[in-house]
């Protein structure tokens, strides 16, 4: 049974950081993508950010780069989002998404993390 189990969610200051990590058990992702997700209250959930198994190549969505990093380590089959620079509009429940792969403009992903709750204030 795949389980996905983020962590490093809070309540914090805009200007501030943070660090999310998301460990995936059950079984490895080599070959997809590993990611992250957003939904804010009264909106779709939105894409991130996500790193590919073998060359950990990156893609971040245009409100996030240069703020947000994601990083991965295979050997831990974890998955991680530094985040910095944070903004109130940045507050989300933040989701972990593995077995992803691209479809389209868009992303696919295979299972998705319970969530972990980012609150930025002003």
């Known amino acids: 049974q795949v389980q996905l189990v983020e962590s490093g969610g809070g309540l914090v200051q805009a200007g501030d950081s943070l660090r999310l990590s998301c460990e995936a058990s059950?079984?490895?992702?080599?070959?997809?993508?590993m990611g992250w997700f957003r939904q804010a209250p009264g909106q779709e959930r939105e894409f991130v950010a996500a790193?590919?198994?073998?060359?950990?190549?990156?893609y971040y969505a245009d409100s996030v780069k240069g703020r947000f990093t994601i990083a991965r380590d295979n050997a831990k089959n974890t998955v991680y989002l530094q985040m910095n620079s944070l903004k109130p509009e940045d507050t989300a429940l933040y989701y972990c998404?593995?077995?992803?792969?691209?479809?389209?403009?868009?992303?696919?992903?295979?299972?998705w993390g319970q969530g972990t709750q980012v609150t930025v204030s002003s």
């Open positions: 790193i590919f198994w073998y060359d950990r190549i990156t």
């Open positions: 059950g079984r490895t992702f080599s070959g997809y993508y």
């Open positions: 998404a593995a077995a992803v792969t691209r479809s389209g403009s868009g992303w696919s992903v295979g299972y």
